[in-house]
């Protein structure tokens, strides 16, 4: 990984039906921005997705940016253009990909697939941030 690499991980879970997600930017092995977010009636991949949107919007302005995720197939859906629910979210990271790629032909973005029983230092820091969390909704609310 070169120098100039920023690496975005991120994780997302549902728990208490709060789903969490996490994206942690890294610059040199440190973390420089988190990112947390929750929502109520959310899938795990939209949150994903939503994670990896809000690293990728973080550090647009780079030049090589590593998505690192234990959800690889979730982050292949960006590049499936057929229909699905998850379109608005693959919108926005084309989008903000285009705005990436025309800035510099030579930028470079890759995913790479960490499973959570890989224990990656950086990952499962993420991952072990995430469980920390226990948020229970504190207002009615009904599915259906």
């Avoid at 939503?50 to 960006?78: E, L, M, P, W, Y």
């Avoid at 990656?120 to 969390?133: A, C, P, Q, Y």
Wanted: proline share 3%; aromatic share 8%; charged share 15%.
């Amino acid at each position: 990984m070169s120098h100039n690499t920023i690496v975005i991980v991120s994780d997302a879970s549902i728990k208490n039906q709060v789903t969490t997600l996490i994206a942690h930017v890294h610059i040199h092995d440190s973390p420089v921005i988190k990112t947390i977010h929750h929502a109520i009636n959310v899938m795990t991949t939209e949150a994903e997705l939503f994670a990896i949107r809000c690293g990728i919007n973080q550090v647009i302005c780079v030049n090589n940016i590593n998505v690192i995720t234990d959800s690889i197939h979730t982050a292949k859906r960006i590049f499936n253009s057929s229909l699905h629910s998850y379109q608005i979210h693959v919108s926005s990271i084309f989008s903000q990909l285009r705005e990436f790629f025309i800035k510099d032909c030579n930028n470079s973005i890759e995913f790479w697939d960490c499973p959570s029983s890989c224990k990656w230092t950086l990952h499962n820091t993420v991952d072990r941030e995430m469980k920390k969390f226990d948020l229970v909704p504190n207002f009615p609310y009904k599915s259906s």
